[in-house]
């Protein structure tokens, strides 16, 4: 044993090229995509002379996207780059509402703004030892690709909503901020306590941090994360049947985590991916379970 080697640092199984341009072609590909969300949305805003009201929440919503990146930024919890990609998605995601009127209760800014605290919280709870072994974030804050991994998918769904005023729809946006909240929570608190983990696949005992690693103290603060998210986000008033809504969102945001483990078992453990597509791939993956279990939960309703 050499006297420089730690056995407990853990590195990454992807090259750290592949890993780059993976990330890269994740934020190429996905910020001209929002950027259009945008100036859409605020075309749209400029142009209903009928509604002036929807003119003045417009710089509303801008100067609460603007505040959410500085915030960011400011706490160091994102790079600039990170947090202007934060403050785009905010715009989206708080000008999607469940009703025709401005309400900011009624977007998608609540559940935002408890995914930013939370995983906030978690990514500084025990760093200390977070660092020792490797698994700590950059003390300078999150980079674009992982702000864009985590809530890149929530934002598409919120747009398709404004469009299509279906429920399920922004069911779909809840689903991926809840997946993104209980991903991250989970990664976090179960590296910091340490404990028992095990590989997904297999039900090995691994070292916490493992990619595919789950834990019972990490996964337990993910689900509680993922509930709150969802309750922030819900809207009680469409929902015919409120807890039916939350069971089809809960179980769409638990799968995704779990399929987030799967994914690090197996395509990131083998070198295949890297991090920020296996979280990008989960949210998408939850927002589309969405629809069948949505479905299925109304069909209970009906019968």
């Given at each position: 044993?050499?006297?420089?080697?730690?056995?407990?640092?853990?590195?990454?199984?992807?090259?750290?090229?592949?890993?780059?341009?993976?990330?890269?072609?994740?934020?190429?590909?996905?910020?001209?995509?929002?950027?259009?969300?945008?100036?859409?949305?605020?075309?749209?805003?400029?142009?209903?002379?009928?509604?002036?009201?929807?003119?003045?929440?417009?710089?509303?919503?801008?100067?609460?996207?603007?505040?959410?990146?500085?915030?960011?930024?400011?706490?160091?919890?994102?790079?600039?780059?990170?947090?202007?990609?934060?403050?785009?998605?905010?715009?989206?995601?708080?000008?999607?509402?469940?009703?025709?009127?401005?309400?900011?209760?009624?977007?998608?800014?609540?559940?935002?703004?408890?995914?930013?605290?939370?995983?906030?919280a978690a990514t500084?709870?025990?760093?200390?030892?977070?660092?020792?072994?490797?698994?700590?974030?950059?003390?300078?804050?999150?980079?674009?690709?992982?702000?864009?991994?985590?809530?890149?998918?929530?934002?598409?769904?919120?747009?398709?909503?404004?469009?299509?005023?279906?429920?399920?729809?922004?069911?779909?946006?809840?689903?991926?901020?809840?997946?993104?909240?209980?991903?991250?929570?989970?990664?976090?608190?179960?590296?910091?306590?340490?404990?028992?983990?095990?590989?997904?696949?297999?039900?090995?005992p691994v070292p916490?941090?493992?990619?595919?690693?789950?834990?019972?103290?990490?996964?337990?603060?993910?689900?509680?994360?993922?509930?709150?998210?969802?309750?922030?986000?819900?809207?009680?008033?469409?929902?015919?049947?409120?807890?039916?809504?939350?069971?089809?969102?809960?179980?769409?945001?638990?799968?995704?985590?779990?399929?987030?483990?799967?994914?690090?078992?197996?395509?990131?453990?083998?070198?295949?991916?890297?991090?920020?597509?296996?979280?990008?791939?989960?949210?998408?993956?939850?927002?589309?379970?969405?629809?069948?279990?949505?479905?299925?939960?109304?069909?209970?309703?009906?019968?």
């Open positions: 044993m050499t006297g420089d080697a730690n056995p407990e640092v853990w590195t990454k199984s992807i090259p750290p090229a592949r890993n780059r341009l993976q990330s890269r072609v994740l934020v190429w590909s996905m910020v001209p995509i929002l950027c259009v969300l945008c100036i859409s949305i605020i075309a749209t805003a400029l142009n209903v002379a009928t509604q002036p009201g929807h003119r003045h929440f417009l710089i509303v919503e801008l100067g609460i996207s603007f505040t959410f990146a500085m915030l960011a930024w400011r706490l160091k919890a994102a790079t600039p780059a990170a947090a202007a990609c934060g403050g785009v998605i905010c715009f989206i995601l708080t000008s999607a509402r469940w009703q025709p009127q401005p309400s900011l209760l009624g977007s998608g800014l609540p559940p935002l703004i408890l995914l930013f605290v939370l995983t906030f500084r709870f025990g760093r200390t030892r977070k660092e020792a072994r490797g698994l700590s974030e950059a003390r300078t804050g999150r980079r674009a690709s992982q702000v864009i991994a985590n809530l890149g998918i929530a934002p598409i769904c919120a747009y398709l909503h404004r469009n299509v005023l279906t429920e399920v729809v922004f069911a779909a946006c809840i689903a991926a901020l809840a997946e993104a909240t209980a991903d991250t929570v989970s990664s976090e608190i179960g590296q910091a306590i340490g404990g028992p983990a095990f590989l997904i696949t297999s039900f090995r916490s941090g493992t990619d595919g690693a789950v834990s019972f103290a990490g996964t337990m603060a993910g689900l509680l994360a993922a509930a709150a998210v969802i309750y922030a986000g819900l809207p009680h008033p469409l929902w015919s049947v409120t807890y039916l809504a939350f069971g089809a969102i809960f179980a769409a945001s638990t799968l995704g985590m779990f399929f987030d483990s799967l994914l690090g078992a197996t395509l990131e453990r083998s070198g295949w991916i890297g991090n920020d597509l296996v979280n990008f791939t989960s949210t998408a993956f939850a927002a589309a379970m969405t629809f069948p279990l949505s479905a299925l939960a109304m069909s209970f309703f009906h019968v």
